[in-house]
Nanobody, 125 residues
Framework: QVQLVESGGGLVQPGGSLRLSCAAS????????MGWYRQAPGKQLELVAT???????????NYADSVKGRFTISSDNAKNTVYLQMNSLKPEDTAVYYC???????????????WGQGTQVTVSS
């Protein structure tokens, strides 16, 4: 079994900062990538940022255009943890943020997607 546990959401004023964390635990043999997605009320789930974890391509990042230059994704591979540093937050960043990880639970085989329960981020004055 695999669990992704998120933390760090909350209420912040426009222009403020928040740092989200997501720790993966359980039977994990390999993680290919981790990332953050968000869903605002009445909108579809959208990618925020991803980072690769595997040895051959670790550390490669990808960001949505709307967060480039404001958000930074990073990882602590020893702790199976991914972070999202969010600066210069805007009201339109308000959403439930979900952690995602591509994990292989056996020594051979394919990777599967796992999701966290979500953490609310509200940007409002």
């Amino acid at each position: 079994q695999v669990q992704l546990v998120e933390s760090g959401g909350g209420l912040v004023q426009p222009g403020g900062s928040l740092r989200l964390s997501c720790a993966a635990s359980g039977t994990i043999r390999s993680i290919k990538a981790m990332g953050w997605y968000r869903q605002a009320p009445g909108k579809q789930l959208e990618l925020v940022a991803t980072i690769t974890i595997t040895i051959t391509s670790g550390g490669l990042t990808n960001y949505a255009d709307s967060v480039k230059g404001r958000f930074t994704i990073s990882s602590d591979n020893a702790k199976n943890t991914v972070y999202l540093q969010m600066n210069s937050l805007k009201p339109e960043d308000t959403a439930v943020y979900y952690c995602n990880a591509e994990i292989r639970r056996t020594y051979i085989g394919s990777y599967s997607d796992y999701w966290g329960q979500g953490t609310q981020v509200t940007v409002s004055s």
